[in-house]
C-alpha cells in the first residue's frame, strides 16, 4: 500500500487489498483482543436470530450499533497501541490519552449493550408468543 507521506509503496487504489487489510486487522483484533471478541461472537448469535425471526428492523438495529461499538473499541485499541508503542515509561498524559480513548469506547459499549438487552429481551418474548 502506498504511503502518501513518503511516496513509498505500491501506488494505485486496489479494493481487493483495502478490504484484505481490513479483514487482516479485524482478524488481528479478534485474535489478540478478548473485548473485541466476546462482543462479535455474542452480537453474531443475536443477529443470527434476529436473521432467522426475519426481525429486519431489529437485525439493522442491532448490527449498526455492533458496528459502531466495534469501531470504537478498534479505535481505543489502536490509540493505545500508538501510546504504548511511543512510550514505555508512566506517564499522566498517556494516561488521560488513554482515558479519554477509553471513555469513548465505553459509552459506544453500553448503548450496544442497551440495544442488545432491549432486542434480546423482545426475541425471547417473541419466542415466548410463537410456543
Known amino acids: 500500500m502506498r504511503n502518501k507521506f513518503l511516496g513509498t509503496g505500491e501506488s494505485g487504489f486496489h479494493p481487493l487489498r483495502k478490504i484484505m487489510v481490513v479483514l487482516s486487522g479485524l482478524k488481528y483484533a479478534v485474535r489478540y483482543d478478548f473485548s473485541v471478541t466476546y462482543k462479535l461472537v455474542l452480537s453474531t448469535a443475536v443477529l443470527a436470530?434476529?436473521?432467522?425471526?426475519?426481525?429486519?428492523?431489529?437485525?439493522?438495529?442491532?448490527?449498526?450499533?455492533?458496528?459502531?461499538?466495534?469501531?470504537?473499541?478498534?479505535?481505543?485499541?489502536?490509540?493505545?497501541?500508538?501510546?504504548?508503542?511511543?512510550?514505555?515509561?508512566?506517564?499522566?498524559?498517556?494516561?488521560?490519552?488513554?482515558?479519554?480513548?477509553?471513555?469513548?469506547?465505553?459509552?459506544?459499549?453500553?448503548?450496544?449493550?442497551?440495544?442488545?438487552?432491549?432486542?434480546?429481551?423482545r426475541v425471547i418474548h417473541l419466542f415466548r408468543l410463537l410456543h
Request: hydrophobic share 60%; net charge negative; glycine share 4%.
Open 49 to 121: 436470530i434476529f436473521f432467522m425471526f426475519r426481525q429486519w428492523v431489529d437485525f439493522l438495529l442491532l448490527m449498526a450499533a455492533t458496528a459502531m461499538m466495534l469501531q470504537a473499541e478498534l479505535f481505543n485499541s489502536a490509540i493505545e497501541a500508538v501510546c504504548d508503542f511511543i512510550t514505555t515509561k508512566e506517564s499522566r498524559k498517556v494516561k488521560v490519552i488513554k482515558d479519554i480513548s477509553a471513555a469513548a469506547a465505553g459509552i459506544s459499549i453500553l448503548l450496544w449493550g442497551v440495544i442488545l438487552g432491549i432486542e434480546t429481551y
